[in-house]
């Protein structure tokens, strides 16, 4: 009887072994392949023309000047926001070619605050948005390899509830441990839009007052409200930041979708407030590109740059070589930005004539006309067609 016992407790024990082999297996087997999916992917060959070699290694030099460029996702799901990773690698050596330096963001913020000594030649600050992973993956070998700095803004909230789109709070981590990345904060909850009116239209929420959906029906949030809404969600990102990220200085913010209320509100008090408390609380505070400011609106900051907003040039599939040199030859050499949105004409072969810019959307216009004075909706005058 007791041999019989012993031999069933052995047979326990060998099954309860083999589950025990099986699980530790298949945990394994998912932590390899949870990084493999993490880790930053090799980057692919890219080449330039002989012509294009030419053109980029003769990039004008200049002083005075530090161009920004923002990416959000780099792959091949032909996205309006996304580049592909054979054309982000084109880009990286076009820049390396031309001499471009890509620095740190505390050498930026220390630039934009008139410190300008040990300024490289050719600087220029490349910015990621929304904390992605596919652009991380695709972005950290090449940058390496160049001897690149960049910059990722996320939100506090992504992490968590935007699981596989973003990176996690220990891969944000890893980057700001290394000599590439500093990790910034894009806002607290994440791109939301909020109901402004009755109908449930939909606006910015760092940029509308927000319609609050009652029993017994709704009504405005008052400006107070707003602000204490505002304030409240970008206090508790950086709380978030400074908690899971060792080493994270609020050095910087880059606005949702670039409109802090200057682009389209329901309030005209919100930009006035907006920018002015995110200026007291980073040291630089980033919009979207100066190419989508809506035509009219006295909130817009003027030109390319100001110590109170850095605009940054979008980079997507329709950003091909000869027009991302043509608008960086154009910011570097402060040509009007009208003639700007000539350069974007080299990249409507690859994308098309139209291109959306956030909420808005605007046309190249022809190369021989002049400032567009402000049609209707955001629009720009569309090229002729060729006859």
Known sequence: ????????????????????????????????????????????????????????????????????????????SGKNYAVTPQLFAAQMLALKTAGFHAITLAQYAAWVHGDRSGMPPKPILLTFDD????????????????????????????????????????????????????????GGRGHEYVPINAAGEKGGDYADLRYVQKPAGGRMETFA?????????????????????????????????????????????????????????????????????????????????????????????AMTLPALYCRLRDWVTNAPIYREYQCMHLGAAAYGPVMSQGRGQYIWHPPETKPPKGPKGHGYAAPPTAT
């Open 225 to 317: 409200e707003f602000q204490k809404r505002f304030t409240t969600d970008v206090i508790w990102g950086m709380n978030q930041f400074s908690e899971h990220v060792p080493g994270y200085q609020p050095i910087a913010f880059a606005v949702p979708y670039g409109d802090y209320g200057q682009m389209h509100t329901n309030d005209p008090q919100i930009a006035g407030y907006t920018l002015p408390w995110l200026d007291s609380h980073f040291s630089v505070v980033f919009g979207g590109d100066y190419l989508n400011k809506v035509p009219g609106q006295r909130a817009e900051i003027p030109g390319r740059f100001s110590p109170k907003f850095s605009y940054r040039m979008t980079m997507r599939e």
């Open 1 to 76: 009887m007791a041999r019989r016992a012993g031999s069933t407790f052995g047979r326990l024990l060998l099954n309860w072994g083999v589950l025990f082999a099986v699980v530790a297996t298949l945990l394994l087997a998912r932590q390899h392949a949870n990084a493999v999916n993490q880790a930053p992917l090799a980057a692919p060959q890219a080449r330039l023309t002989t012509a294009a070699t030419q053109e980029w290694a003769h990039f004008p030099s200049y002083n005075g000047s530090v161009p920004v460029l923002v990416y959000h996702g780099i792959n091949d």
């Open 131 to 186: 904390g992605r992973r596919d652009a991380y993956r695709a972005a950290n070998d090449l940058l390496a390899k160049y001897g690149f700095h960049a910059t990722m803004f996320t939100f506090a909230a992504w992490p968590k509830t935007n699981p596989g789109f973003s990176l996690t709070w220990n891969e944000l981590q890893r980057m700001q441990r290394s000599s590439i990345w500093s990790v910034q904060e894009h």
